[in-house]
């Protein structure tokens, strides 16, 4: 694999891992795509099948034809795309020396936030994971499961004292959602926000239709 190495803020490790949302997973690497970001995304083998399940989709283990079908999927893309097999020990996410500085793993199941928690690096997401920790750097998780026990609490704590953002599947109501891609959009927003990543997905507070003193308390 050969990679143009991109200035730091531009570049940016995604994982998708096997809860529930593959949705959100897919809309936040079109929208760095669209937003010019070298992405290096690692997909792992449940996570293939909640993106069958959920959206129908069936991702080849193939890197190079798993790449082609996702960016079948977006049309025209400024960014670039580097799919990562789970053993490629020799990419840019697996060394503190090239690692991007932001990691976004969404959704994350149950299974890699223990991985996360407890420093596994027993594959290349999870390698990568303990790199931004350890290098400080911006990491972010995205759990899906209901109700949380107090192991997947425990995890989330110990994630959240390194400097780890946790931020849930759980999106909010007062916008005024339509569709399920309404629901998406407000996740992937907020993970955006965090990113720093400019977009136009929802409306921000107290910038959008409500006029405040309409409201009846
Ligand atoms: C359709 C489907 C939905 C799932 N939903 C969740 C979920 O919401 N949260 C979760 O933690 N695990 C969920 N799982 C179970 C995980 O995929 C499983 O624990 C797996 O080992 C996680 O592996 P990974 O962390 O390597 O992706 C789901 C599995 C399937 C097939």
Same mark, same amino acid.
């Given at each position: ?11 940016? @490790? ?5 809860? @529930?949302?593959?949705?959100? $997973?897919? =809309?936040?690497?079109?929208? #760095? #795509? ?9 997909? @792992? @083998?449940?996570? =293939? ?11 080849? &283990?193939? %890197? *190079?034809? %798993?790449?082609?079908?996702?960016? &079948? ?11 990562? $097999? ?5 990419? /840019? ?6 690692? /991007? ?13 223990? &991985? ?6 027993? !594959?290349?997401?999870? =390698?990568?994971? *303990? ?11 995205? /759990? ?31 916008? !005024? /959602?339509?569709? +399920? ?7 992937? %927003?907020? +993970?955006? *926000?965090?990113?720093?990543? !400019? ?19």
């Amino acid at each position: 694999m050969s990679v143009t190495y991109r200035k730091a803020e531009k570049s940016i @490790s995604l994982a998708w891992t096997g809860a @529930s949302g593959a949705p959100y $997973g897919l =809309r936040l690497l079109e929208c #760095l #795509l669209k937003s010019d970001y070298q992405v290096f995304l690692m997909i @792992s @083998s449940a996570a =293939r099948v909640v993106l069958a399940t959920e959206q129908g989709l069936q991702l080849s &283990a193939n %890197a *190079d034809k %798993a790449r082609s079908q996702l960016l &079948a999927q977006f049309g025209e893309v400024d960014g670039e795309l580097i799919v990562l $097999g789970k053993e490629e020990w020799f990419s /840019p996410p697996a060394s503190g020396s090239a690692a /991007p500085k932001q990691m976004v793993i969404c959704p994350c199941s149950t299974g890699t936030l223990a &991985a996360v928690a407890t420093g596994m690096s027993n !594959n290349l997401l999870e =390698r990568a994971a *303990d790199v931004v920790i350890k290098e400080r750097g911006q990491l972010i998780l995205v /759990p899906r499961e209901t109700p949380f026990s107090a192991i997947h609490l425990e995890h989330m704590l110990s994630l959240s004292k390194l400097g780890v953002t946790i931020m849930p599947a759980a999106p909010g109501f007062y916008h !005024n /959602p339509k569709s +399920v891609e309404d629901l998406v959009d407000f996740m992937v %927003a907020r +993970v955006l *926000d965090h990113l720093g990543v !400019n977009h136009a997905l929802t409306n921000r507070w107290g910038y959008d239709k409500h006029n405040v003193s309409d409201i009846d308390y």
